[in-house]
């Protein structure tokens, strides 16, 4: 069985605990600020493969700080950076996500990072403050996959979104021969448990 390990990264309010609560269980949670660090587990099957799918999703910070650690940053095997179409701050933030996350592949990863950038609360098109365009044009400089959604709305393109992120994991471990840099590693999951402070969740 496969172990896929993603992050979620985005600034607050951007609704990104919403968009992954949104994939696991279906349901829409609404908006919750929350400052500590989770850690999801789920087991799905994608083109006929077991996998075991492990999420990172931290506290959101604000631009000026270092968005996650270092270690997670290499622990993990892809990305969905959120950010939300009412605040250009937000998308300001996701920019310097994706920034951070190349600074630290460089080195690393010869190939491209598998990363998705989304768009949430589709829903509020009235309030919008960044065009589609403007996400579009970001994801291609970065050479990420891109999609607007809605958590509040739709289910399923946040189900696509994510199952395209997760092929694009497979396929780049593929031609790594599964090797991963901390895989296997009891320092890894010391540092999971220390940081994470023990919130593993099952769905």
């Given at each position: 069985?496969?172990?896929?390990?993603?992050?979620?990264?985005?600034?607050?309010?951007?609704?990104?605990?919403a968009?992954?609560?949104?994939?696991?269980?279906?349901?829409?949670?609404?908006?919750?600020?929350?400052?500590?660090?989770?850690?999801?587990?789920?087991?799905?099957?994608?083109?006929?493969?077991?996998?075991?799918?492990?999420?990172?999703?931290?506290?959101?910070q604000?631009?000026?700080?270092?968005?996650?650690?270092?270690?997670?940053l290499?622990?993990?095997?892809?990305?969905?950076?959120?950010?939300?179409?009412?605040?250009?701050?937000?998308?300001?933030?996701?920019?310097?996500?994706?920034?951070?996350?190349?600074?630290?592949?460089?080195?690393?990863?010869?190939?491209?990072?598998?990363?998705?950038?989304?768009?949430?609360?589709?829903?509020?098109?009235?309030?919008?403050?960044?065009?589609?365009?403007?996400?579009?044009?970001?994801?291609?400089?970065?050479?990420?996959?891109?999609?607007?959604?809605?958590?509040?709305?739709?289910?399923?393109?946040?189900?696509?979104?994510?199952?395209?992120?997760?092929?694009?994991?497979?396929?780049?471990?593929?031609?790594?021969?599964?090797?991963?840099?901390?895989?296997?590693?009891?320092?890894m999951?010391?540092?999971?448990?220390?940081?994470?402070?023990?919130?593993?969740?099952?769905?």
């Open positions: 069985m496969n172990d896929i390990k993603l992050a979620l990264l985005g600034s607050e309010g951007a609704g990104k605990s968009v992954l609560v949104r994939f696991l269980t279906k349901r829409f949670i609404g908006e919750y600020a929350s400052n500590t660090n989770s850690l999801y587990h789920k087991r799905l099957s994608i083109d006929g493969r077991q996998l075991n799918l492990e999420v990172f999703d931290p506290c959101s604000s631009g000026e700080s270092r968005c996650i650690l270092e270690e997670p290499d622990w993990a095997d892809g990305f969905v950076v959120v950010y939300t179409i009412s605040d250009r701050t937000s998308f300001l933030n996701a920019k310097n996500i994706l920034a951070q996350i190349k600074e630290s592949r460089r080195e690393t990863c010869k190939g491209e990072v598998p990363i998705c950038l989304v768009g949430n609360k589709q829903d509020l098109c009235h309030s919008r403050q960044v065009s589609e365009e403007e996400g579009r044009s970001l994801a291609q400089e970065n050479k990420c996959h891109f999609q607007e959604v809605s958590a509040a709305e739709n289910y399923l393109e946040i189900s696509n979104l994510f199952t395209k992120l997760i092929r694009h994991v497979m396929e780049q471990l593929k031609h790594r021969g599964d090797r991963r840099r901390y895989s296997g590693s009891k320092s999951a010391k540092l999971i448990n220390n940081v994470f402070g023990k919130r593993r969740k099952s769905v």
